[in-house]
């Protein structure tokens, strides 16, 4: 299934206006900034939100923010230090769906987020191979790297496989490194760079099957680091999907700190799913 490319809006409410990012796939609302008061503004958007049947509206704000979009019924999900230009950043998420917040898979996500733990302060060894070679990706890699998400994923909150989208976004940010074995790319990463705030997104990882276990991705995740610091980014998080083990360890294993949980956040797999933040400071 392609996800359609969330768009940025421009939102206009009695006494102000806001930017928000209404996303169709993911059911969910997030709003960027606003000027105003956020009474006018949640009035409109919980209009905007039952007519599209949004089940989650969402906003990344500052300390001083809390308490007024407490008092709209946000609850905190998350927190990223240094994330709004080395001021912390705090997930705040209204459910306007009772369903939207129930989540049944609780107890085995706290297993995996357990299991990960164990392995953080391991030394990680930096990975040399022969038979793959790891590599920056470029416009001619997009379509490998396409169906590399399509064969991996059922559904993705993102559009990834189509070439086209991810060369688009290859000029917007977004950077990506490949394994590549006998010619072809079995495996992916990439950082989502923020240049106003200095933070970066660790995202869209995914590997072949048949190659996993081979240490790919944390391969991948440790060139990425040492590009973004190159470029003097201020901190690394990712989300990884709560109930799969794999992705949650690997970012242990980096010495990522658990950020917290935001509840049926993507449509992944076929589901809505929790995403865990995992945060590293560089």
Same mark, same amino acid.
């Given at each position: 299934?392609?996800?359609?490319?969330?768009?940025?809006?421009?939102?206009?409410?009695?006494?102000?206006?806001?930017?928000?990012?209404?996303?169709?796939?993911?059911?969910?609302?997030?709003?960027?900034?606003?000027?105003?008061?956020?009474?006018?503004?949640?009035?409109?958007?919980?209009?905007?939100?039952?007519?599209?049947?949004?089940?989650? %509206? =969402?906003?990344? +704000?500052?300390?001083? &923010?809390?308490?007024?979009?407490?008092?709209?019924?946000?609850? @905190?999900?998350? *927190?990223?230090?240094?994330?709004?230009?080395?001021?912390?950043?705090?997930?705040?998420?209204?459910?306007?769906?009772?369903?939207?917040?129930?989540?049944?898979?609780?107890?085995?996500?706290?297993?995996?987020?357990?299991?990960?733990?164990?392995?953080?302060?391991?030394?990680?060894?930096?990975?040399?191979?022969?038979?793959?070679?790891?590599?920056?990706?470029?416009?001619?890699?997009?379509?490998?790297?396409?169906?590399?998400?399509?064969?991996?994923?059922?559904?993705?909150?993102?559009?990834?496989?189509?070439?086209?989208?991810?060369?688009?976004?290859?000029?917007?940010? %977004? =950077?990506?490194? +490949?394994?590549?074995? &006998?010619?072809?790319?079995?495996?992916?990463?990439?950082?989502? @760079?923020?240049? *106003?705030?200095?933070?970066?997104?660790?995202?869209?990882?995914?590997?072949?099957?048949?190659?996993?276990?081979?240490?790919?991705?944390?391969?991948?995740?440790?060139?990425?680091?040492?590009?973004?610091?190159?470029?003097?980014?201020?901190?690394?998080?990712?989300?990884?999907?709560?109930?799969?083990?794999?992705?949650?360890?690997?970012?242990?294993?980096?010495?990522?700190?658990?950020?917290?949980?935001?509840?049926?956040?993507?449509?992944?797999?076929?589901?809505?799913?929790?995403?865990?933040?995992?945060?590293?400071?560089?």
């Amino acid at each position: 299934m392609i996800a359609e490319i969330p768009k940025m809006e421009k939102l206009d409410f009695d006494g102000g206006t806001a930017r928000i990012r209404l996303n169709a796939f993911n059911q969910r609302i997030k709003i960027v900034s606003f000027e105003g008061e956020i009474t006018q503004l949640m009035h409109k958007l919980t209009e905007l939100a039952a007519k599209e049947k949004v089940g989650k %509206i =969402f906003s990344i +704000v500052s300390q001083d &923010q809390i308490a007024a979009f407490k008092d709209q019924g946000f609850i @905190m999900e998350a *927190k990223i230090n240094h994330f709004l230009n080395g001021e912390p950043g705090y997930f705040l998420s209204k459910f306007m769906l009772p369903e939207r917040k129930m989540s049944m898979l609780l107890p085995e996500e706290e297993e995996v987020l357990i299991k990960s733990r164990e392995y953080k302060d391991e030394d990680y060894h930096y990975e040399k191979y022969d038979e793959y070679k790891i590599r920056s990706a470029d416009k001619e890699d997009a379509k490998g790297l396409a169906k590399l998400y399509d064969s991996v994923f059922e559904t993705y909150p993102s559009p990834m496989n189509d070439a086209d989208y991810i060369q688009y976004v290859m000029d917007h940010d %977004i =950077f990506f490194k +490949v394994a590549v074995y &006998q010619d072809e790319i079995v495996s992916a990463a990439s950082a989502d @760079m923020d240049s *106003k705030n200095l933070n970066v997104e660790m995202t869209d990882c995914a590997t072949y099957k048949a190659h996993r276990g081979q240490g790919l991705m944390g391969r991948l995740i440790f060139d990425l680091e040492k590009e973004m610091q190159n470029r003097h980014y201020k901190v690394l998080y990712s989300t990884a999907r709560a109930i799969s083990a794999g992705m949650n360890i690997v970012f242990a294993k980096h010495n990522y700190e658990y950020g917290g949980r935001l509840v049926n956040h993507c449509h992944i797999c076929g589901q809505f799913e929790n995403m865990n933040i995992w945060v590293k400071e560089l």
